[in-house]
């Protein structure tokens, strides 16, 4: 079977979506009986958002046996970038990050006891390289500290997947960094669910951890809505998005929307997008 | 009776940011590590955070759950070195684990498919 997934370039978050979903549809339509080609020729620009979802289900397909081959037709510039940032299967560890640099490459990172200090360390990491470029002062660090710590530790509490995967772009010319997590889990809908806790469909479990309700006590359950607010509504003036399931939801630029997806995403993937910025920011007026 | 006295130093054993739940395991295994054979009254497990330059909601909030667990044992749990961030993080936890929980109202919500959205962003 050959499928040519789909990428566009776009400054906007949505259309890279739209991609997303019909590469997950594509990618489901392999068959693991006979060999499969995977086109990349589309690929002109990588994006955190476009790359991580590909990569992690490519290392399923892997993991799980399937016969394919991917095709690089692409230019030399962005092949060797694919490579640059270890597309698809990623890294394991942050001695593979270099604080020159403005990304950070694909880490897919195994939910297993026996990583656990493993992943303060490597998001401790992360962070000091990558909120460096965005030129933070020692307030705004801690904020965003506190935001994505929050939704890393999501996916090793909530996600119940095997694998918890991040990539992080931060862009010279645009002054703003994009940095995706994402796991292959149950999804928020599949938390709640799990926790027996009933929620229609995946929008509505998307609304309900926004409003911080947890799966588990009442100290729980604040990272999504802090993070969404210290993003969106500080004078960072980011964007946050969150697909989950079928459904997603936006915030940013005085905006927000939720929307159902043409696809499902089996887990969550969450993107925030941050300016870079030299003003000094009260992370706390944001966690309640 | 002497009072045994557990030093562990946060930075070096995770991570100078402190940051997921399961971490609280890596505290719990080297004070069972250090503990043996004495685990009861007299112990006192002191958390240094010296140079630890971040610490997250949510592993404060397992900090306390460790606190809670290790008094039914009668071992203390004191923490050195906290600077002003990880004070201010103990206080809003705190502070939170104190107060009823909040509910809030479902908002009825009316999705629209991706695609059909005006809006660009």
Known sequence: MDIKLKFKKSDLIKPIILNLCDNVNLLSQLDKKIKNSIDLSELQWVSPLSVLPVSSLLFDLKNKDYDFSINKSISLNVKSYLRTIKFFEGVHSHSYFKSNKNYIPIVSLLNSPTTVQNRDQVLSSFLDILLRKIGCKRNLLNGLTYALSEIFDNIWEHSQTKHGWFLAQYYDRKNYADICFLDNGISIKGAYEKKKIKVANDIEAIQLALSGKSTKNKERGFGLRTTKNLITRSLLKGEFLILSGQGGYYSGKGNEEFFNLNCDWKGTIVLLRVNKTKRNINYTRYIE | ????????????????????????????????????????????VELDFISVKFISRSFTDEIYNLERDLLKSKVKLVFINMDKEVKNMFKIVSKHRLEPEVKRPKLKIKAKNLKSLAYQF
């Open chain 2, 1 to 44: 009776m002497n009072q045994k006295i557990i030093k562990i130093k946060l930075r070096k054993l995770i991570s100078d940011k402190l940051i997921t739940r399961k971490a609280i395991q890596l505290i719990e295994a080297k004070i069972s590590q250090l503990s043996k054979p004495q685990r009861n009254s007299g112990l006192m």
